[in-house]
């Protein structure tokens, strides 16, 4: 099966620009989280979506928000930019069961705001 | 590029020897356990995981730790490679309610050949 996939792989915004990234879960994955990782924070998590629903949402503001397609694709969007948003941003699909599952990461998209 | 923190813990082993990496969770309630490894540039990739009504789990070359008395997770890793020289993650997870894995601060791993 393939993994997950994320495109871009980079981007460079400037400061109150608005984001739009992508995540392609592993094939009959219903689940797609995203998590931020930064140097100073390391990885937060962002949001859940299963069957095109938020399921589960982490301590961001409203500028980040996301939706999930009928196809279990993903997007994220990052409204009016801050150099703050600055992070690598990853997808991570699992089956969607009722229990915790192994989350399978995909290779991140690497945002840099000026 | 770099993806993680810049002051990470730091463990150096050489090439053939054991490792082992620690790990202390947070939530005395999580139901589960998982070690990822990063390499530069690149997203999480799983190693193995841990239910919490385990101790111990053994995988290839790899082996986990659960110690809940103390909130206590390690990973151990056998016959350390170059190719295994990269951070490593700990995670914990409730099964109920916020659904998010809780992730550690990391621990470098330096194999020296």
């Known amino acids: 099966k393939a993994g997950v996939t994320q495109t871009p792989r980079y981007l460079i915004k400037t400061r109150g620009q608005q984001v739009t990234l992508s995540c392609s879960p592993i094939s009959g994955h219903r689940s797609v989280s995203w998590y931020q990782q930064t140097p100073g924070q390391g990885l937060q998590f962002l949001f859940e979506y299963f069957s095109e629903t938020q399921r589960n949402k982490g301590n961001f503001p409203g500028r980040f928000s996301g939706r999930q397609f009928s196809n279990s694709r993903s997007e994220m969007n990052v409204s009016t930019l801050e150099l703050g948003d600055s992070a690598l941003y990853l997808c991570?699909?699992?089956?969607?069961?009722?229990?915790?599952?192994?989350?399978?990461f995909g290779p991140g998209t690497r945002l840099l705001v000026l | 590029g770099e993806s993680v923190g810049l002051h990470l813990p730091t463990l150096s082993v050489q090439e053939g020897d054991n490792s082992i990496i620690n790990c202390a969770y947070s939530?005395?309630?999580?139901?589960?356990f998982i070690w990822y490894k990063q390499e530069s540039g690149k997203g999480p990739q799983f190693i193995i995981d841990i239910r919490s009504n385990m101790d111990k789990r053994q995988g290839q070359r790899v082996t986990v730790l659960l110690n809940k008395t103390v909130k206590h997770l390690s990973l151990q890793i056998a016959a350390t490679q170059p190719g295994d020289s990269a951070v490593y993650f700990c995670?914990?997870?409730?099964?109920?309610?916020?659904?998010?894995?809780?992730f550690g601060s990391g621990t470098r791993l330096q194999v020296q050949p």
């Open positions: 939530n005395s309630a999580s139901d589960y």
């Open positions: 995670a914990e997870a409730l099964d109920t309610g916020r659904r998010a894995l809780t």
């Open positions: 991570a699909s699992s089956p969607g069961g009722v229990y915790q599952e192994t989350q399978y």
